[in-house]
Structure formats: structure tokens, C-alpha cells
């Protein structure tokens, strides 16, 4: 059943915006003309000139068809003008979607999202952003889990996981200059439910760097962690294994290099930080995931025209979770930044944190901490909690 509701334009536009910035953008069309008189259908589809990306918009007017070659921006800058005036009805094809924008008042539409029915056009496979796993090179575990096909081809409603699974592989590449050069690489994935991102990981670090590793994925479920199991045994992925256990109580028997905890719920996210705190590991990568425990502590007192509305309560409450566990992580000694993971399913829940081990803390920190508590009104959250001891 396609997902339906209503929205802003700006909205949609941002969905076209992120397509085109991806290269993953494989067509726009705008249709149903306020006057048919004039321009009666845009199509935009990528092309490539003189070896750059560029859009060819074709637009119809009665029986004729003009072409324009522009830029992705150029593109954006036209249709956000024409949506709305012009067109009623806008269409986004994507690697990730398809998504209907029907305009049903002033800067509002009805946004359609269905699976996506195009796949990259050939055009554009050559001038794809180059992936640390291409399109085209099987690659064992994204088979075995069902994103590839045996030959390498991306199936059409797996693009989403696959463009995921690449953007974390980035992630990971990007931060591996302060892991250990040489030995073994111990990381932690908390929270490892299925396993695409773990074994992503396992293939990144072994496969193309050449690494040896030892990878625990740590799951509740029993079910789940059994068949992570049997599939890493079935491929042979040397160095990983899958436990079942809660994250809180979890003992490591040795070093932790990289704690990683992906879409952890709620306070599951602070217990793997608190705990890759305590093992002082050196890269810390967590994308948090519905945090509601400080939902319940803002105070509706402080920024009261803010936080009357629930939804953006709910959203503030998740960028102050998130603010607050960045800072905490700096008074113990974690330099952190927090960055954009991707937009899987058009959640704002999208963050990426990631913290490395400093050589010593930076001394305002603690200071930059308590300030931020302050202006929440807070006294301390789950992290604080988790981490007394370090701060004692
Ligand atoms: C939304 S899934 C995310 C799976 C995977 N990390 C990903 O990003 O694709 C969250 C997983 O965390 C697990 N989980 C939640 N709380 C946990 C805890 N306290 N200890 C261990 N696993 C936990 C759940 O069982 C679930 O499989």
C-alpha cells in the first residue's frame, strides 16, 4: 500500500533536493497545468554532457517539445518556481522511492510515497557516486541477506539499504586513521538486530582493507542473533560472531577499538555509550533512535511557545538528547561531531555521532556541559547516570 499523507512543498523539494545530491535522482515529472495554454508537462531526466551530470527538461507546449540542459540546481531552482504556479502535480523518481506531491492548497501537498519503479537509467550508472561496494560486483553478504542479486545488480526495492549500507561503510573508512594501525581490530556492534550494517563492516575492514578483526554483534533476541550466526558461518567471515545479551550488562573480555551502535532504542543508545566509555574505546560510531527519556523531563516551563506543540517537543527533545550526549562525551574525554547518517524512511531520526578518543580532555568542556543542562532545565539524563562513576 503506497504511504500517503499531507505536507509541506518544501517538504517534497528537500526529497528532490537530497535525490539530486545523491546522484540517485532518476527522473522528476511535473504535470497538471494551472493554464493549459501554456506549458501542458515538464520531464526532467539525467543525462551526461561533455562528461558532466546534467538534466534534460522537456517541456511540452501544445504539440511542440523544448529541451533545456541544466544543472542539478538549475533544475531545483525551476521547479520549486513552477510547483504550485505553473503545475499542481510533481513526481519524483528515486533510487530510494517514488513519491507523488499533489498540490491541495497554498505550500501544501499530499505526498505519495510508493516502492521505487525505475532503476538507475545507464546514463547515469557510470557517473554514480563511486561506492565502497559498487553496483555490479557481487558481493557475498549483501546476496545472502537478499539486497544483490548472485551477478551484482542492486534490486530495485533494496536501493535504500544499499545506499545506507555504503554510507556507513564511509563512515567507518573515514575514522579508521585513529584505530589501530596494525593487530587485530576489536569492535562492538550494540544492538546488531539483522546484521546488514555488521556485516558491512566485517567485509570493509577485512575484505577491502585487509584487516583482521574480531566482531561481536550483541542482540537481544535470541532468534535474530542465531541466524546472524549461522549466515557469518555460512560465509566464512572469519572474526565475527553474534552473542545474545542485553547491552547494559555486557562484560568485554579485552580492548574495544570501535563501538558501534546503530538505531538503538531510547537510553539503549546512552548504555552503549556509558559502555564504550568504560572501555575507553577509540571510535565511538552511534546513530540514536527515539529518544523519549528527555521528552519526559523538559519542563513545558522553559521555551513554552516551543514546546506546546508535541511534534516539535518530540523533535527538540531528540536534537537536545543528542546535544547533551555529544557534550558529556567531551568532559570524558571524547572529541565529537555530529553528522547527517541518511534519510532511510524520511525520519528526522538521522544522526550520526561520532566521538574520538582524545589525548586529553579539553578543559572547557565541562563547563560548555553544565551550561547546556542549565538552559534545559535539566538535572541529569540517562548518560549522566550511566557515566557517575567516571565523572566521581
Ligand atoms: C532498530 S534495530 C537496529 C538494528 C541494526 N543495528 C540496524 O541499524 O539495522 C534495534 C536493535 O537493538 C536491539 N536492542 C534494543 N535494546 C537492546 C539492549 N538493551 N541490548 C541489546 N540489544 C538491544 C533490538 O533487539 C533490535 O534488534
Not at 126 to 133: E, F, G, H, W
Not at 283 to 294: D, G, R, S, T, Y
Amino acid at each position: 500500500m503506497p504511504a500517503s499523507r499531507e505536507c509541506s512543498l518544501t517538504e517534497f523539494l528537500d526529497l528532490l533536493r537530497d535525490s539530486l545530491r545523491d546522484d540517485a535522482c532518476w527522473g522528476v515529472v511535473l504535470s497538471q497545468p494551472r493554464d493549459p495554454a501554456g506549458a501542458t508537462k515538464w520531464t526532467a531526466r539525467p543525462i551526461e554532457l561533455s562528461g558532466e551530470r546534467r538534466f534534460q527538461l522537456a517541456e511540452r507546449r501544445a504539440k511542440q517539445e523544448f529541451h533545456h540542459n541544466l544543472t542539478a540546481k538549475e533544475l531545483l531552482t525551476r521547479i520549486a518556481d513552477a510547483l504550485g504556479q505553473q503545475f499542481q502535480q510533481g513526481d519524483l523518481f528515486s533510487a530510494d522511492a517514488d513519491f507523488s506531491a499533489r498540490v491541495i492548497r497554498d505550500g501544501v501537498v499530499r505526498l505519495t510515497r510508493r516502492k521505487p519503479s525505475k532503476s538507475a537509467p545507464p546514463l547515469t550508472h557510470d557517473r554514480r557516486k563511486q561506492y565502497l561496494i559498487p553496483e555490479g560486483r557481487p558481493c557475498p553478504f549483501l546476496t545472502e541477506i537478499g539486497v544483490m542479486t548472485p551477478t551484482g545488480q542492486v534490486k530495485a526495492s533494496m536501493q535504500a539499504k544499499f545506499r545506507q549500507v555504503n554510507r556507513f561503510l564511509e563512515f567507518v573508512d573515514d575514522v579508521l586513521p585513529e584505530l589501530p594501525s596494525t593487530g587485530v581490530l576489536h569492535v562492538i556492534d550494540f544492538g546488531c538486530g539483522k546484521s546488514y550494517l555488521t556485516f558491512a563492516l566485517h567485509y570493509l575492514l577485512t575484505e577491502l582493507r585487509g584487516r583482521e578483526v574480531e566482531i561481536i554483534g550483541l542482540d537481544l533476541k535470541a532468534e535474530v542473533v542465531a541466524d546472524c550466526q549461522r549466515i557469518a558461518e555460512k560465509l566464512g567471515c572469519r572474526g565475527l560472531r553474534f552473542e545474545v545479551g542485553d547491552i547494559a550488562g555486557y562484560l568485554a573480555t579485552g580492548i574495544v577499538d570501535l563501538s558501534v551502535s546503530l538505531h538503538a532504542c531510547d537510553t539503549a543508545t546512552d548504555a552503549a555509550l556509558a559502555q564504550a566509555v568504560r572501555w575507553q574505546a577509540k571510535v565511538i560510531l552511534a546513530v540514536p533512535c527515539c529518544q523519549h527519556e528527555v521528552f519526559g523531563l523538559l519542563s513545558d516551563d522553559s521555551l513554552s511557545g516551543l514546546l506546546r506543540h508535541g511534534i516539535l517537543k518530540e523533535r527538540f527533545a531528540a536534537l537536545a538528547t543528542d546535544a547533551l550526549r555529544a557534550a558529556l562525551l567531551e568532559t570524558v574525554g571524547y572529541r565529537t561531531q555530529i553528522v547527517e547518517f541518511i534519510d532511510l524512511e524520511h525520519t528526522p531520526k538521522n544522526l550520526l555521532l561520532r566521538a574520538v578518543r582524545a589525548d586529553r580532555p579539553n578543559p572547557e568542556s565541562p563547563a560548555r556541559y553544565e551550561q547546556l543542562k542549565r538552559q534545559l532545565n535539566l538535572d541529569e539524563f540517562a548518560l549522566e547516570r550511566l557515566l557517575s562513576t567516571e565523572f566521581a
